[in-house]
């Protein structure tokens, strides 16, 4: 999923994802409109963050595990918190 640009079977995969989680939402509104309206999605979902903003936290976590992961090694030769510790 990290690989740009996607492969055919990653773009059909996610499409029949999101026509099920439409079709859901869809029916759910049907159901209970006050809930699950568009605009009531909307006004609760108003305060989270955008999907470039989730982005950017992501590539930031990745980024902090690597250079985390350079400092204590991996596997056999991963050095222990504590001893990184006693060493600073």
Do not use: N
């Amino acid at each position: 999923w990290g690989q740009v640009p996607l492969r055919d079977a990653q773009i059909a995969y996610c499409a029949r994802d999101a026509w099920a989680a439409a079709a859901v939402m869809e029916e759910l509104a049907k159901r209970d409109h006050d809930t699950f309206s568009t605009e009531a999605l909307m006004e609760l979902l108003k305060d989270e963050l955008s999907i470039a903003e989730l982005d950017v936290k992501a590539r930031d976590r990745k980024s902090a595990k690597t250079r985390f992961s350079k400092i204590v090694g991996k596997g056999e030769t991963r050095v222990a918190l504590e001893d990184l510790a006693d060493a600073l």
